[in-house]
């Protein structure tokens, strides 16, 4: 089976970088993906990470490390747009994803 | 990208009713599509695979009976919530992948906010 671990809630403001972190124990990990899901919407897909390194997308980045099952999001130049549930999902041998529990970010002006 | 519709976006029906949701590949072929349910606040918790012309592969916990799903075509899979109950009240979400054009993708479709009176 697999698991992840992300932040309950991160608060930041303005123009601000935050860095949303997910670690993982899994069994058949293929690679890591990204979720961007505002309040009553769908989940929007943002990266998908299979190989060690960052993977740059404007002003999100995203980065793994499978030597330490570890991964981050980070997200540069906030706005306030940017007040969302992110979700790390780990894909499962490549059949499914399992989702991270979220992490709630908070932009201030 | 590729559009996933999901239909209805919201319903309310009695208890021991139930209900059927719709999610539909619009511009692609899908022949996996998965069903997601939501709490308030919680993560996307998998509740099954839908492979057309198979048989669904539902997660541990999920009672099949109750949670009927059909992948009739490549471009429509229904869930159908049977009997429903007030805790069965819910964020029903499906995706579904495109296969080979971007396999690590999975496309959303808007959700069903179920809410069993």
Known sequence: GQSLEQPSEVTAVEG?????NCTYQTSGFYGL???QQHDGGAPTFLSYNALDGLEET???SSFLSRSDSYGYLLLQELQMK??????CAADNYGQNFVFGPGTRL???P | GAVVSQHPSRVICKSGTSVKIECRSLDFQATTMFWYRQFPKQSLMLMATSNEGSKATYEQGVEKDKFLINH???TLSTLTVTSAHPEDSSFYICSAETG??????????QGTRLTVV
Do not use: C, N
Request: aromatic share 24%; net charge negative; charged share 10%.
């Open chain 1, 16 to 20: 601000a970088i935050v860095q949303i």
């Open chain 2, 100 to 109: 080979d054009l971007s396999p690590w993708e999975a496309f959303f479709g």
């Open chain 1, 82 to 87: 940017d007040s969302a549930s992110y979700f």
């Open chain 1, 106 to 108: 908070s932009v201030l």
């Open chain 1, 33 to 35: 993906s990204w979720y």
């Open chain 2, 72 to 74: 009739a075509s490549l």
């Open chain 1, 58 to 60: 404007g002003r999100f």
